[in-house]
Nanobody, 120 residues
Framework: VQLQASGGGLVQAGGSLRLSCAAS????????MAWFRQAPGKEREFVAR????????YYRDSVQGRFTISRDNAKNTVYLQMNSLKPEDTAVYYC??????????????WGQGTQVTVSS
């Protein structure tokens, strides 16, 4: 499966962005989907995960209540709505598919990343 992330950009603190990740192939609905991010000089970290049907979602503590992950299986797309953005959210955001849990190594497919920059 191929993943194409988009929607990043420059936003002021307190603003919002919506990331999208479009997947190719017919098996999108069979994949758990996740978002990770990597800030300069830091390790990649888990942001959010959504189960195949979209019933269950999971977030890292620092984005809980501000970010919302969702998916549209008919459109083969997963989204990350980011509200109340903070400068510490600045990172390259990656979508990932076919994994489990919070560890990046468990995911088989990765998008190319989209830059999110939050100015103070």
């Amino acid at each position: 499966v191929q993943l194409q992330a988009s929607g990043g950009g420059l936003v002021q603190a307190g603003g919002s962005l919506r990331l999208s990740c479009a997947a190719s192939g017919r098996t999108f609905s069979s994949y758990t989907m996740a978002w990770f991010r990597q800030a300069p000089g830091k390790e990649r970290e888990f942001v959010a995960r959504i189960t195949r049907s979209g019933t269950n979602t999971y977030y890292r503590d620092s984005v809980q209540g501000r970010f919302t992950i969702s998916r549209d299986n008919a459109k083969n797309t997963v989204y990350l709505q980011m509200n109340s953005l903070k400068p510490e959210d600045t990172a390259v955001y990656y979508c990932a598919a076919s994994g489990s849990g919070y560890a990046g190594y468990s995911y088989d497919y990765w998008g190319q990343g989209t830059q999110v920059t939050v100015s103070s």
